[in-house]
């Protein structure tokens, strides 16, 4: 088994990077960051959502472990001081996965230059610079609404937990293989309405954002940013690649959502 070990720069998460490559080395198991069959990432959920986008050519062929190294992430199973347990879990892998839905994302040109595809693991969201987004919402080619307000997020399940919860989205357990629209500070009056709700879009239909105006849009695709370009078209369905999860002790999503939003005590 080859593991790659994705670590941020802060101090802490390169002191349990080196241990860990460390303990995998004198386990016997090979350090390959090129051709890896598991990512190791160390830090927050951020350095794994960038190992993600890292390796997302080969997400069919690399699973994931997150080690968190300040607060609770919602991807990272193992806490800093547990590195001697995943050292043994690696060693003894016996290739067990869960998987979860991905965002596939593709952007149009005004300029008629080639369309981009994108991948998010959480959600992609679409803003004006200044001043209101007006935009028409497509589901399947037809039109749903002509939104007015400050934007538009487009969520996965797990990313349901993520931007599109703090703009009154639903949570969505992630054995949906759905994904979910929200509206952002949308304008609801005698004019203009939209539906004013969070929508859930299933496996087999797609969303499609055309803004009236190409320019001065900000388009997130996770940390990733599309601006300075006119964008006439974005086009949102599940993708056909998943990410997978080496499931040594992987926590269950309503678990997570209890730890991170809830925390209640345990008696």
């Known amino acids: 088994m080859k593991v790659s070990i994705f670590s941020n720069n802060g101090p802490e998460s390169k002191a349990v990077a080196t241990a860990l490559h460390e303990g995998l080395v004198a386990g ?4 390959d960051s ?10 927050g959920d951020g350095t794994l959502l960038s190992a993600v986008h890292h390796y ?16 609770l992430g919602f991807y990272t199973d193992w806490r800093d001081y547990e ?44 803003k004006k610079v200044s001043g209101t987004m007006v935009a028409d919402v497509y ?14 997020c487009i969520s996965t399940p797990t990313g349901s937990t993520a931007y599109n919860k703090s703009v009154g989205g639903a ?9 979910q629209m929200a509206e952002i500070g949308s304008i609801n009056n005698i004019v203009f309405r939209t539906l004013g709700s969070p929508l859930v879009i299933p496996a087999d239909e797609w969303i499609r954002i055309e803004p009236t105006s190409s320019v001065d ?27 997978q999860f080496a499931e040594y ?17 345990r008696s």
């Open 217 to 243: 849009n900000v388009l997130m695709c996770d940390q990733l940013s599309i601006e300075g370009r006119p964008i006439k078209a974005i086009t949102y369905r599940i993708a056909p690649q998943r990410i």
């Open 83 to 126: 590195v001697d347990e995943l050292v043994a879990s690696l060693i003894e892998d016996n290739g067990q996965s869960i998987s979860y839905p991905m965002l596939a994302i593709r952007v149009e040109y005004a300029d008629g230059t080639h369309a981009d595809e994108a991948l998010a693991l959480n959600e992609s969201t679409i």
């Open 56 to 71: 997302n050519d080969r997400l069919d062929q690399v699973r994931f472990v997150g080690i968190h190294t300040g607060h």
């Open 28 to 31: 016997g198991v090979t350090i």
């Open 171 to 179: 949570v969505l357990d992630p054995r949906f293989n759905a994904i």
């Open 34 to 43: 090129l051709d890896p069959d598991i990512v190791v990432t160390v830090g």
């Open 139 to 152: 589901i399947k080619d037809e039109l749903f609404e002509s939104f007015r307000g400050d934007g538009l």
């Open 249 to 265: 002790r992987h926590t269950h999503f309503w678990q997570r959502v209890e730890a991170s939003f809830i925390g209640r005590e």
